[in-house]
């Protein structure tokens, strides 16, 4: 028998067809879809007569452009709340589960179907979202497609797609404190560009990744996509399968065991070839933040930008120069004890509840500074009623935080949590594209650890110098 990646496992066993010199026919295990990208695939079925072909493997949530202040009231912005009712109307319509608003399971979609238990491993599963390589962290083949393919999904749960290169991406040793997954991802993708992963699905492996909590892994696998990537994935083990047993849509009892039997064999086989090999110490990664307008452009917070010098390539020289003159910095110049306006800790990158846990344990009995607006947007309903019943709105309250309802929020302003413009933001999302928080806005990614300490001291701070 032949060995195989676990991309290879996955990816064969969903086959329906191949098409000679051309992509294959994929069958999709579960089909996630929200109110920004799915109202034009509804349409294009209405307009040929389809029916959503398995409205069971199909599971809709309103996340985007949801308000996260007074839920209960009707949506103020028009478009936003003509977005949301469509989504409404279309499930009802073809019979497709529906998280909406003010249900107990709503959040963003990326975070309710792993903490629901929909996400499993051994699944390929598809979203209108870029950021569906979030639930690879299960050892699954997740990626975002575009409306088209959404239209395609929803009338026969197959998918046209080519596959992919592999590329392997090892991280050795152990991670250092203060260090979280997320500087583990900006570390990598400040390695490798925005562009290294193009054309290929990673998997992540090494004792590094091992040590992540699930939390963390999906975060890893959520900012895949930020290098080019079509996706990551890693592994399925122990912690993998502590994470999924009880929750709402798992397999129960001996159907759990039998499950987790199956799952034990998603691994790479030893001898397994990957197209590309990437190795990195975990001893070098400190906690991270970027300073560009890319994912890419980031650096260890103790460092300085670099400088004009350092980039040969003229291209990559004037995106440098085009970056730092809307962000207002300097090359060479230091980030650190910088000044910034917003704090913004939430998006399907960090709104979990790990991810407020821990900021709630940084801010516990301190004060955000004066010159800082703080708001915590929780990832789901979930997320904020575990909050909640654990007393961190209480703790957020004391120390000025804003706890928020569930939605996307400011990572992406399509909703009324905008930055406004010329404002720094630290936020955990996981883009600082122009603009992506608002008009003029001006990003610097970084971890929950990092965001939370900006937030006490009023600067961009070190969390490992923080007392």
Same mark, same amino acid.
């Given at each position: 028998m032949a060995v195989k990646t676990l991309f290879d496992k996955i990816w064969d066993n969903h086959i329906v067809k191949t098409?000679?010199?051309?992509?294959?026919?994929?069958?999709?295990?579960?089909?996630?879809?929200?109110?920004?990208?799915?109202?034009?695939?509804?349409?294009?079925?209405?307009?040929?007569?389809?029916?959503?072909?398995?409205?069971?493997?199909?599971?809709?949530?309103?996340?985007?452009?949801?308000?996260?202040?007074?839920?209960?009231?009707?949506?103020?912005?028009?478009?936003?709340?003509?977005?949301?009712?469509?989504?409404?109307?279309?499930?009802?319509?073809?019979?497709?589960?529906?998280?909406?608003?003010?249900?107990?399971?709503?959040?963003?979609?990326?975070?309710?179907?792993?903490?629901?238990?929909?996400?499993?491993?051994?699944?390929?599963?598809?979203?209108?979202?870029?950021?569906?390589?979030?639930?690879?962290?299960?050892?699954?083949?997740?990626?975002? $497609?575009?409306?088209?393919? *959404?239209?395609? /999904?929803? &009338?026969?749960?197959? !998918? @046209?797609?080519?596959?992919? #290169?592999?590329?392997?991406?090892? $991280?050795?040793?152990?991670? *250092?404190?203060? /260090?979280? &997954?997320?500087?583990? !991802? @900006?570390?990598?993708?400040? #390695?490798?560009?925005?562009?290294?992963?193009?054309?290929?699905? *990673?998997?992540?492996?090494?004792?590094?990744?091992?040590? @992540?909590?699930?939390?963390?892994?999906?975060?890893?696998?959520?900012?895949?996509?930020?290098?080019?990537?079509?996706?990551?994935?890693?592994?399925?083990?122990?912690?993998?399968?502590?994470?999924?047993?009880?929750?709402?849509?798992?397999?129960?009892?001996?159907?759990?065991?039998?499950?987790?039997?199956?799952?034990?064999q998603l691994r790479t086989d030893e001898g397994a070839v990957f197209d590309k090999e990437i190795t990195f110490d975990a001893s070098d990664i400190t906690p991270m933040i970027t300073y560009g307008t890319n994912p890419g452009m980031g650096i260890k917070i103790a460092d300085a930008i670099p400088s004009e010098k350092s980039f040969e390539d003229d291209s990559e020289k004037s995106t440098f120069i085009k970056s730092l003159d809307y962000m207002g910095l300097q090359s060479s110049e230091k980030l650190l004890g910088k000044p910034v306006d917003y704090v913004f800790i939430g998006s399907c990158t960090n709104a979990r509840i790990e991810d407020l846990r821990t900021v709630a344990e940084i801010v516990a009995g301190k004060q955000k500074a004066t010159n800082i607006k703080a708001f915590i947007v929780p990832g789901s309903k979930q997320v904020e009623k575990q909050a909640i019943k654990e007393g961190l709105d209480k703790v957020f309250e004391a120390s000025g935080f804003e706890l928020r309802q569930p939605g996307c929020s400011a990572c992406l302003g399509m909703n009324e949590d905008k930055i406004p413009k010329g404002a720094y933001c630290v936020s955990t999302s996981n883009r600082n594209f122009e603009g992506r928080q608002g008009p003029g806005s001006r990003t610097f990614l970084a971890s929950p650890q990092t965001a939370a300490a900006t937030a006490l001291t009023g600067v961009i701070t070190d969390i490992s110098r923080l007392n």
């Open positions: 098409v000679n010199a051309g992509p294959d026919v994929l069958y999709i295990d579960k089909h996630f879809i929200h109110e920004v990208t799915s109202p034009q695939a509804f349409a294009g079925l209405e307009k040929r007569k389809i029916a959503v072909a398995r409205p069971d493997q199909t599971i809709a949530t309103a996340d985007h452009n949801v308000p996260t202040k007074d839920q209960h009231l009707p949506i103020k912005d028009a478009l936003s709340r003509k977005q949301v009712e469509t989504l409404t109307k279309n499930c009802e319509r073809h019979g497709v589960n529906l998280y909406g608003l003010n249900h107990p399971y709503q959040g963003i979609v990326h975070v309710i179907g792993p903490e629901l238990g929909i996400t499993q491993p051994g699944l390929t599963i598809v979203c209108g979202d870029s950021h569906t390589s979030t639930h690879g962290a299960f050892g699954a083949i997740a990626f975002g $497609i575009g409306t088209s393919e *959404v239209e395609q /999904v929803l &009338a026969t749960q197959c !998918i @046209l797609q080519p596959k992919p #290169k592999k590329m392997r991406i090892t $991280i050795k040793g152990d991670l *250092v404190k203060g /260090v979280e &997954a997320k500087d583990l !991802i @900006l570390y990598i993708i400040s #390695k490798l560009s925005t562009s290294g992963g193009n054309g290929y699905f *990673v998997e992540y492996a090494g004792s590094a990744i091992e040590s @992540l909590s699930m939390e963390g892994r999906m975060t890893v696998c959520n900012m895949s996509i930020e290098m080019g990537a079509r996706g990551g994935l890693i592994a399925p083990d122990q912690t993998t399968f502590d994470y999924l047993q009880g929750r709402e849509f798992a397999p129960k009892g001996k159907d759990f065991e039998k499950s987790k039997k199956e799952w034990l």
